[in-house]
Nanobody, 127 residues
Framework: QVQLVESGGGLVQAGGSLRLSCVAS????????MAWFRQAPGNEREFVAA????????SYGDSAKGRFAVSRDNGKNTVYLQMNSLKPEDTAVYYC????????????????????WGRGTQVTVSS
């Protein structure tokens, strides 16, 4: 089992930045691929970004490319999402997710691959 707790959400004006954090407890963090997803009201949960266990490979959803950056610190059991140039359409609840010993060489962008989820942190971008 692993517990994930997100933080760093809030209200920001369009064009601003936020950095989300997700702290993991439980099993060895370095065995997990980690990802961020988001869900806006009335929408399906959407892939934002993912990072491999050792941090060497990252991937991004189309909405995040060029604006967001995912990183991790295995010594602190933490994954981050730096979000820049925020837009009102980025407004959503952002969830951290963990994929334990995936067996792949790259982190997945599929919800179904992730075993553990945090409760989310709200990000609201005003225009």
């Amino acid at each position: 089992q692993v517990q994930l707790v997100e933080s760093g959400g809030g209200l920001v004006q369009a064009g601003g930045s936020l950095r989300l954090s997700c702290v993991a407890s439980g099993r060895t963090f370095s065995r997990y691929d980690m990802a961020w997803f988001r869900q806006a009201p009335g929408n399906e949960r959407e892939f934002v970004a993912a990072i491999a266990r050792n941090g060497g490979i990252t991937s991004y959803g189309d909405s995040a490319k060029g604006r967001f950056a995912v990183s991790r610190d295995n010594g602190k059991n933490t994954v981050y999402l730096q979000m820049n140039s925020l837009k009102p359409e980025d407004t959503a609840v952002y969830y951290c997710a963990a994929d334990f010993l995936s067996g792949r060489s790259y982190p997945s962008d599929r919800l179904s691959e992730y075993d553990y989820w945090g409760r989310g942190t709200q990000v609201t971008v005003s225009s």
